[in-house]
């Protein structure tokens, strides 16, 4: 399989505190992967640092075949990498129309009309409230509009950090059908989630993090029988 992503041990800190410890792993071509974990143990400094936003000490990144571990963050998104924060981070006082459109500061300007038409196809709600000022969205659709303007920039990779965060059990469903739709339409996807029982459901194949180390890997489905991670972590 074509290799998107490949992490080769890297070394993350912040201060004295060593928050990455030698993580690697890699995602392919058309698949959805998934990192586990509790709270604090790296998942989400891992993706900051596939973005560019923080840096390894050590050991290399490398996107479709090069080495990204240096190059600035406004640059990794021209490469192909879109990221998706915790958190959200839409444009609060803008309309949804013009956060799709901030997310496509690269994309030649030609390409966006049909950008945005292909979000609005995998984002209904979005395309009804497309003149809605964002702020006043519900948690749910600023969720989708985070996505929706993620795909703005026609990534090769997509990073989702924590997208079920504070949503209603039924709008995770739909989240995690939006995610899985994705990838059939051929979006590849490295996904952070807490929630362990949905983002095995939908994972090709999974790694799981512990204090900054990744302890198990395997399929979605070999890691949702795993009995050390139904302990841990799916409540088994």
Known sequence: MESVLKVDKINVYYG???AIKGISFEVNKGEIVTLIGANGAGKSTTLHTVSGLLRSKTGDIKFLGESIAKTPAHRIVARGISHV???RRIFQEMTVRENLEMGAYITKKERIKGNVEYVYEQFPRLKERRSQIAGTLSGGEQQMLAMGRAL????ELLMLD???MGLAPILVDQIFEIISNLNKTGTTILLVEQNANM???IADRAYVIETGKIMLSGTGKELAKSEEVKKAYLGG
């Open 199 to 201: 983002a095995l459901s």
């Open 85 to 87: 924060p915790e958190g």
């Open 16 to 18: 004295a505190i060593h």
């Open 152 to 155: 703005m920039s026609d990534p």
């Open 162 to 164: 924590e997208p079920s």
